[in-house]
């Protein structure tokens, strides 16, 4: 019987572990969810209440897309809607309680609302969700560390 080398199992037991497509970032990253691209370009060019409103129908369209409630999340967050912009974080959660994306943004809404405890609690999500820190836990990690300073 042929043993494996140690580095290709820790690769292969990545690859088994890593889903098939990343979470959406919330941003830009190029889901396959082809029906988001409007709405991504618009938030590229900062357009939030075009944003919002393309993600509103979309939802509507697609009521089990945590990717979409996670962009409309982000686009309620950039006109500092923060009701709005929680509601859906939740509901993206609700849909999919890995979602690295949406635990980030829920936690960065929570850091503008002051509510160092609220993005602890995604944070610490966040890291058991990444096997490694991931970009997403890294970027709350920060501003939840400079919310920590300035307070």
């Known amino acids: ?19 098939a497509h990343a979470a959406d ?35 509507r369209a697609n009521p089990k897309s945590a990717d979409g409630y996670n962009l409309l999340g982000y686009s309620y967050r950039q006109l500092q809607r923060y009701n709005e912009s929680l509601d859906a974080y939740q509901r ?28 602890k609690e995604h944070l610490d999500a966040l890291d058991k969700i990444c096997f490694l820190p991931c970009e997403e836990y890294r970027d709350l990690k920060r501003s939840y560390e400079a919310a920590l300073r300035s307070k």
């Open 1 to 19: 019987m042929r043993s494996i080398h140690p580095a290709a199992a820790l690769l292969t037991t990545l690859l088994l572990c890593t889903p």
């Open 25 to 59: 970032d919330g941003y830009n990253s190029g889901a396959s969810d082809d029906g988001l691209r409007p709405a991504r370009t618009q938030i590229a060019e900062k357009n939030w209440l075009s944003a919002v409103a393309t993600l509103n129908a979309y939802t």
């Open 92 to 119: 993206a959660l609700a849909l999919d309680p890995k979602h690295r994306g949406a635990h980030e943004y829920i936690g960065e809404a929570y850091l503008a609302l002051g509510r160092l405890d609220k993005a």
